[in-house]
């Protein structure tokens, strides 16, 4: 499987683009949707997805533009849907933005997912939003903003939580083999076996 991180929005968000046998889904698509749509033009792999690790509008910007351009469902967690369409649950008018999304076509209610050539689990890891989710492939995890190379999720938003987020990272993301690479939803990526012993929130 191939994954490629693409940088978008004024807050530098990591959308990810992963193909394999000439399929490809998008995980958090925040901004950019002209250049995200390029990028997978160039690949050649046709989408069949959208998966958001949670709602704030930095993950959310080009949700629509992709869904409509390329005819695929969004996918996110029950407990954000509302969020889509609410740019103060959304946290952009924090940032003077009013940023929406149409309704997520389906809702993550169970674990293991086949969505065509791509097999996954979905598993919340609540703490930096109420419905974050993180998305474990064979051989690589992406986390949204639950954890960063050397740091963790900011736990200051409205359904923030400190210690539900480090069990989160604890009883989720630890488990996973210590060389998985993590996929982040901000910044560079990292592996289990780095964040384990050198992270400041956890080396303790």
Same mark, same amino acid.
């Given at each position: ?11 530098? !968000? ?22 995200? &749509? !390029?990028?997978? !033009? ?19 910007? $080009? ?8 005819? &695929? ?27 929406? $999304? ?6 993550? !209610?169970?674990?293991?997912?086949? &969505?065509? $050539?791509?097999?996954?689990?979905? @598993? ?8 974050? @989710? ?5 051989? *690589? @995890? ?14 200051? *938003? ?15 993301? *630890?488990?996973?083999?210590?060389? *998985?690479? @993590? ?22």
């Amino acid at each position: 499987m191939h994954i490629k991180r693409i940088v978008t929005g004024m807050i530098e !968000e990591n959308c990810y683009l992963l193909w394999k046998e000439e399929q490809l889904l998008i995980i958090d698509p925040g901004a950019y949707g002209d250049l995200l &749509i !390029e990028e997978i !033009e160039q690949i050649k792999a046709q989408p069949l997805a959208i998966l958001l690790t949670h709602a704030h509008f930095d993950h959310i910007g $080009a949700v629509d533009q992709l869904r409509d351009f390329y005819q &695929i469902p969004v996918y996110l967690s029950p407990l954000e849907q509302a969020w889509l369409q609410d740019p103060t649950k959304n946290l952009s008018v924090r940032f003077g933005e009013a940023i929406t $999304a149409r309704p997520a076509d389906l809702l993550f !209610e169970k674990e293991n997912y086949q &969505i065509g $050539a791509f097999s996954f689990k979905v @598993v919340p890891t609540p703490g930096h939003s109420v419905g974050s @989710v993180s998305f474990i492939f064979d051989e *690589f @995890v992406v986390v949204g903003d639950t954890l960063f190379q050397g740091s963790i999720g900011r736990i200051d *938003f409205p359904t923030g939580d400190l210690d539900q987020l480090l069990a989160s990272i604890q009883m989720q993301l *630890f488990t996973l083999p210590e060389k *998985f690479p @993590v996929y982040p939803g901000h910044g560079y990526p990292t592996t289990i076996a780095v964040e384990k012993t050198t992270n400041p929130f956890f080396r303790n």
